[in-house]
């Protein structure tokens, strides 16, 4: 399988639909991939709080009908990033995007950890509730966004539903790089699975972004790593490995805590 991240430069400067026609042509030349990824919120800038009322879209936005149609065109499988989608009965989503080959949505993920703490994100847009998974030919795509990569019970509760590819779109900062990268491998590891983490360059916000889009093994080793500009990082993966390391090193069989209730011990006699 081959996978293409496209680390996208958010400058400001450049109008959404400006750069929405960009990243659409460069989606399009990237038909010698299987599966195609671009990083969170990248039509505004994960860090352009008080752009994301302004420039939210329907799901089936123009965005939606653009990535569909690029998706359709290459004839790749696309996780087209995520885009703060707005709900006629609800609140703003920070909500991810995977298209088929053929252009139809195969699934939608409204991010679950919203960043901010008391402000930002986590305060403007609402919280996604379920867990999400897309088979691919010869993988499962378990789906997550950018703050997610600190929450490995999430990642876990994918790899029970059957995830072999952990894809995640993100807008992470420069200052928690270091960050970005050793999560992204440790995700790999506990859950024995390719991580593919496609982030943004660039300085949004007045926030510089970590870039270092990274594609990580089931056993930890990096396959590859962007640098801090815009790129387009391309990498070849077996996914029979996946189960190849499971059987030669079966740790995840050896887990015993969240598979069920924990027993409740009553008082020595």
């Not at 653009?66 to 989608?85: R, T």
């Not at 999400?132 to 950018?146: H, K, S």
């Amino acid at each position: 399988m081959r996978a293409s991240l496209i680390q996208i430069d958010v400058n400001e400067g450049e109008s959404v639909e400006s750069r929405r026609q960009r990243v659409t042509a460069l989606v399009r030349e990237q038909g010698d991939a299987d599966l195609v990824v671009l990083p969170e919120l990248w039509t505004t800038g994960a860090f352009a709080y008080e752009q994301f009322a302004a420039e939210a879209e329907p799901l089936e936005g123009p965005t939606y009908e653009a990535m569909a149609k690029a998706a359709s065109d290459a004839g790749v499988w696309l996780h087209a990033g995520s885009i703060p989608e707005r709900d006629p009965e609800g609140p703003l989503y920070n909500t991810a995007l995977v298209f088929s080959p053929s252009g139809e949505l195969a699934a939608a993920y409204r991010k679950i950890h919203r960043f901010g703490f008391d402000k930002g994100e986590a305060v403007l847009m609402g919280a996604g509730h379920e867990l999400v998974t897309v088979r691919l030919p010869g993988t499962t795509l378990g789906v997550a966004t950018c703050y997610d990569l600190r929450f490995p019970e999430l990642f876990r509760g994918l790899v029970d539903a059957g995830a072999e590819t952990l894809v995640l779109s993100a807008g992470w900062p420069e200052r928690r790089r270091a960050h970005w990268t050793l999560l992204a491998q440790a995700r790999a590891v506990e859950n024995q699975a390719f991580v593919l983490a496609c982030g943004t360059a660039g300085t949004h916000a007045g926030v510089p972004q970590a870039g270092h889009s990274i594609v990580v093994d089931p056993w930890g080793e990096v396959l590859a790593e962007a640098g801090a500009g815009e790129e387009i990082l391309t990498v070849d993966l077996d996914p029979a490995k996946v189960a190849a390391t499971r059987e030669q090193f079966p740790a995840l069989k050896d887990r015993l805590l969240g598979l069920e209730p924990p027993r409740r011990r009553g008082p020595r006699p």
